[in-house]
């Protein structure tokens, strides 16, 4: 059983966000990350591998130039926190739908050359996937229960429509991020507040936005009650 101490926070703030919480749907590619299934078939995540994976992301992302990072939110429950972290991290953020040949048609004005790309939705980012692919671009991705992992180099399972759930891991990515590149020596350090990487962030200035378009809205996913610790 994962104790709180070993966590990235506090296991209660996993619950109370739903970062667990899966869809009813559970993919080959996922089983692995799976703890059980509840009574009304919905999947429930392993919370110390989400935790454990957030740690490795983090670590990754520190490793590039935040000039060469993209984030790709193309949903609109994912691109408040998506944009907070941005900010925070000084990466790129592409929000809403990805035009094909960005990432491969230099010809294009809009043409960018990441080093690294982070998906929030691979169902909704193949296009990003499919152009990380062919120019040999590592991709992280958040995963629910219910997507593929093809092609994702770097797994983070999780509740990837809840927009608390995207504002922890996204609050948890940057805190994690700054502390690996040295930028922050503790957690004290950190002092965004979590509600910024929740709330709407249309005021955020700084983000470095490659392309936008409007993405559907995504229902929160249903918080569950007294759920135990999940096993490693």
Known sequence: MAGTGELLVAQEKYLEAGIHIGTKIKTPDMNQFIYKAR???LYVLDLKKVDERIRVA?????RYEPSDIVVVASRT?????????AKVTSVKLMRGRV??????NPARGDFSEPKLIFVCDPKSERQAIKEAIRSGIPVIGLCDTDNSAKFIDWVIPCNNKGKKSLGIIFYLLARETLKARGQIASDDQFTVPIEEFEEHTEDLVGVEEVAEAAGAEGAEAPKEEGAPAPAA
Request: charged share 15%.
């Open 77 to 85: 429950y994912a691109g408040n926190a998506a944009a907070a972290f």
């Open 39 to 41: 009574q009304d078939k």
């Open 58 to 62: 983090a670590k990754f992302i520190a």
């Open 99 to 104: 035009v094909p040949g960005v990432f491969t």
